[in-house]
C-alpha cells in the first residue's frame, strides 16, 4: 500500500496552513510577511484515501465485440449446357450452328451464296474457278482480279455485279488462322409452361451468321424437351443465317 507524507515546518508565530497540496504561510502578529529562514521539520503519515465501495478490482476496458461477418457464400447460377446439364426449368438454351461444309474448307458458303442471291451449289461451281490465297490474308490485287473474273464468269447471269460480289466478299471475310469468325449473332428464346407442360418456344431474337443448325436445348418443369430450330437465309446480312423458329418435337 502506497503511503503519503507531508512536511509540516513548526515555526514561531507563523500559522501553516496546507492548502491544495501547497504550503501557506499566515500572518501572526508580525510585520515580516516572508516565510523564516530556519524552521524545524517534522514528517506526518497521512492514512491512504479510501476507495470508493463496489470498486475494489481495477477497472478494465471491455473488449469490443468483433464486427459481424457474412460468412454465407454468394448465390450464383447454375451452369448451362446444350445437354441440358444444370439448366433452369423453363428455359431454352442454344449453342452451336457454325459448322462449314467440309468441301468449302472453313469458308461461310452459305452464307455467301444468300447474301447475293444464288443457289449454294451455284457459288460452289464459280469458286471452282478460284485460286484462294488463303483464310489467314487476302489477296494480292493480280490474284483478286483473276478470282473476280472467275465468279463472274457464272454469277453474272444471275445478276450479281461486281460491286455486289466486293461487298459480299469483305462482309463474310475473315482471318481464321487467328481465331477469327464471320460476323455473327447468337440468337435468343423463350418456352411457355401450359399446365405444368411446355407447349411452344416463342424465339426473341433470331441471331445471323449460322451455318448449320445449332443444338436447342429446352428444359421444361418435369425435364428436358425435344426441339429442333429451323433457318433463313437472305440478301440482308443483318438476317442472313437466322432462326426463323424453334419446333418442339
Known amino acids: 500500500m502506497k503511503r503519503s507524507f507531508i512536511r509540516v515546518g513548526i515555526i514561531s508565530s507563523l500559522t501553516l496552513s496546507i492548502v491544495g497540496g501547497a504550503f501557506v504561510f499566515a500572518k501572526d502578529n508580525l510585520s515580516n510577511t516572508s516565510a523564516p529562514s530556519s524552521y524545524k521539520i517534522r514528517e506526518l503519515e497521512l492514512p491512504p484515501p479510501p476507495r470508493p465501495e463496489g470498486n475494489d478490482k481495477p477497472r478494465t476496458q471491455a473488449a469490443e465485440a468483433p464486427a459481424n461477418r457474412n460468412t454465407t457464400s454468394p448465390k450464383t447460377n447454375p451452369p448451362t449446357g446444350g445437354n441440358g446439364a444444370g439448366q433452369t426449368a423453363n428455359t431454352v438454351v442454344i449453342t452451336g450452328g457454325f459448322d462449314t461444309d467440309p468441301q468449302d474448307k ?11 442471291g444464288v443457289p449454294t451449289e451455284v457459288f460452289r461451281e464459280a469458286f471452282s474457278g478460284v485460286k484462294p490465297a488463303g483464310l489467314d490474308r487476302g489477296p494480292t490485287a493480280e490474284e483478286a482480279q483473276k478470282n473476280k ?11 450479281i455485279t461486281n460491286q455486289r460480289l466486293d461487298e459480299v466478299s469483305n462482309y ?28 411452344s418456344v416463342t424465339v426473341t431474337n433470331p441471331g445471323s451468321g449460322y451455318t448449320s443448325s445449332p443444338t436447342i436445348s429446352v428444359m421444361g418443369p418435369n425435364g428436358q424437351v425435344t426441339a429442333a430450330a429451323s433457318l433463313s437465309y437472305s440478301k440482308d446480312f443483318k438476317t442472313n443465317g437466322s432462326i426463323s423458329a424453334i419446333n418442339i418435337q
Open 106 to 116: 472453313g469458308r461461310p458458303v452459305v452464307l455467301i451464296a444468300a447474301a447475293l
Open 149 to 159: 473474273a472467275a465468279l463472274l464468269k457464272v454469277l453474272a447471269p444471275y445478276g
Open 172 to 199: 463474310y471475310r475473315y482471318n481464321g488462322s487467328s481465331g477469327g469468325t464471320w460476323p455473327r449473332t447468337e440468337a435468343t428464346a423463350t418456352v411457355t409452361v401450359t399446365n405444368g407442360v411446355v407447349t
